[in-house]
């Protein structure tokens, strides 16, 4: 079956460290690749996207990601983190000829002390 | 302003007592999804829907039932069968382009049941 990791549940960082978050996959086919944000109290939003082209893409407030196909991840960075990025973060991933559905990862809890 | 309305924002259950979720969405979008948040587990998909009069079970449908008879319109029941109902409940949408697969799904604020 499909699965996606995602390999921290919960990180604290210090405002102005660096971050990444960590996301394999188990998936052997076209995969589209999705991060989402879900800040205390709001919706679910999408963080970046990708779909085919340059693997290193780029998201909203900063993010970015990188597809490395050949080890199956799709890990979130940003260079700076700051006290509003906590948030839980969720990994997802589109398989090919399924159709819309989504397969997400557990989730990983990011606490930014100030 | 476009978007997805769930309703209840909070609900209680009985035991034994089916309930129904509301979600609502009018970004014109072909598709429509529930999950089940739980601490620690992510998201797991109950039930979609890519049409309309037409749906199909997630890895975990066992206890729940959908219609779609509009468009607009996704409502989940929550029946009696469904042993461990207490979790946070997410409807979702999106457009679906059959040589590209998923788009990305628009969330609404969701719905927290609680057993009573």
């Known amino acids: 079956a499909q699965s996606v990791s995602q390999h921290n549940h919960h990180v604290i960082l210090s405002e102005a460290a660096s971050l990444e978050l960590g996301c394999n996959y188990s998936?052997?086919?076209?995969?589209?690749l999705f991060w989402y944000v879900q800040y205390p109290g709001q919706h679910l939003q999408l963080l970046l996207k990708?779909?085919?082209?340059?693997?290193l893409v780029k998201g909203i407030k900063g993010f970015e990601a990188e597809f490395i196909k050949s080890k199956f991840s799709f890990n979130l960075r940003k260079p700076s983190v700051q006290w509003s990025d906590t948030a839980e973060y969720f990994c997802?991933?589109?398989?090919?000829?399924?159709?819309?559905?989504?397969?997400f990862g557990q989730g990983t809890e990011l606490s930014v002390k100030p | 302003d476009g978007g997805i309305t769930q309703s209840p924002k909070y609900l209680f259950r009985k035991e034994g007592q089916n309930v129904t979720l509301s979600c609502e969405q009018n970004l014109n979008h072909d598709a429509m999804y529930w999950y089940r948040q739980d601490p620690g587990q992510g998201l797991r998909l109950i039930y979609y829907?890519?049409?309309?009069?037409?749906?199909q079970k997630g890895d975990i449908a066992e206890g729940y039932s959908v219609s779609r008879e509009k468009k607009e319109s996704f409502p989940l029941t929550v029946t009696s069968a469904q042993k461990n109902p207490t979790a946070f409940y997410l409807c979702?949408?999106?457009?679906?382009?059959?040589?590209?697969?998923?788009?990305?799904?628009?969330f609404g604020d969701g719905t927290r049941l609680s057993i009573l």
């Open positions: 990708y779909f085919s082209g340059d693997p």
């Open positions: 998936y052997g086919g076209t995969v589209n």
């Open positions: 829907s890519q049409i309309v009069n037409d749906f």
């Open positions: 979702a949408s999106s457009i679906v382009r059959g040589d590209r697969g998923s788009q990305p799904q628009h």
């Open positions: 997802a991933v589109n398989a090919g000829g399924q159709g819309g559905k989504l397969i």
